[in-house]
């Protein structure tokens, strides 16, 4: 089976079918990381260029870690090296990019909707590496992969997901996808962290992580986004840690084989206690290690390869 789409600009868009295609190529790029000599020349001769206008670790070097892993040449933008600080635009920009014929275009944008707006306008694939509160499509697909590799299945696992759901687009992405791929899902966060009509979305909806966490196989803690909130929506990060931050009391009340992950960046004792970031409930460095793997298939399957 091949991906027919041009782009990936969000998991909303991906079918079923698209979801189990990437995570099974993933599964099997796997196995290319761990040898001695980390590369295949599967996309030799092809460019890729990740263009990221706002600050990523993960994101942007396992882009690039997987586009070199597959042999393809890599071009890293960052906003501030960039003629964009001499007022160059986003349509500019792409539109130079394009004039140098690269295969594959990944961005980040502060922007909802950046990426799309791209996609529309030239020629090459486009990647949403996160726009702003809107979707970050690669992430979800591992935080799946990561499910599916630890607990041999999505369907029918229950996942809470804690913290600034609306300000996060690794929660929209993964309540796209999950619920797509069967599993329930349950968002937990104070009031002011809940997009109105969340439930719509198909989750169930708590105002206490305590409540959330009961009997759930999966918790998905979030950082607050303070950059993304136009005044600080409550009293002190302290407060929230005592009433959000999952510890090793609080954990017991999810299933003895819970799994806790988290995109990261961490921010440590406000929403996870050091001692549960590192310790034995923890798959958040799974969680990078199989993004490399996503971004590999993904890159491979939008240049034309096949499962
Ligand atoms: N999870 C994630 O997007 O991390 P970065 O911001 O470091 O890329």
Known sequence: MKLTRKDILGIKDLAVDEINLIL???????EVSTREIKKVPTLRGKTIINLFFEASTRTRTSFEIAAKR??????????????????????????????????????????????????????????????GAHEHPSQALLDMMTIKEKKGRIAGIKVAIVG???????????????????????????AMMLPRNIEQMGVTVYHQLKEAIKDVDIIMMLRIQLERQQQRIFPSLREYSNYFCLNRQNITLAKE??????????????????????????????????????RMALLYLLTGGKS
Do not use: C, W
Not at 25 to 30: D, G, L, N, P
Not at 76 to 91: D, H
Not at 164 to 190: C, E, F, Q, W
């Open 24 to 30: 099974e190529t993933a599964e099997s790029f796997i």
């Open 70 to 131: 597959l042999s393809a040449d890599t071009i890293n933008i960052s906003a501030s090296t960039s003629s964009v600080v001499k007022g160059e635009t986003l349509v500019d920009t792409a539109r130079n990019l394009e004039a140098m014929n690269p295969d594959v275009i990944v961005i980040r944008h502060s922007a909802a909707g950046a990426p799309h707006m791209l996609a529309g306008m030239i020629k090459q694939s486009i990647i949403n590496a996160g726009d």
């Open 164 to 190: 600034d759901i609306a300000h996060s687009r690794v929660a929209r992405s993964n309540i796209y996808g999950l619920t797509k791929m069967g599993a329930k899902v349950i968002v937990a966060g104070p």
């Open 257 to 294: 084989d819970v799994l806790v992950m988290h995109p990261g960046p961490i921010n440590r004792g406000i929403e996870i206690a050091p001692d549960i970031a590192d310790g034995p409930y923890s798959v958040i460095l799974d969680q990078v290690k199989n993004g490399v793997a996503v």
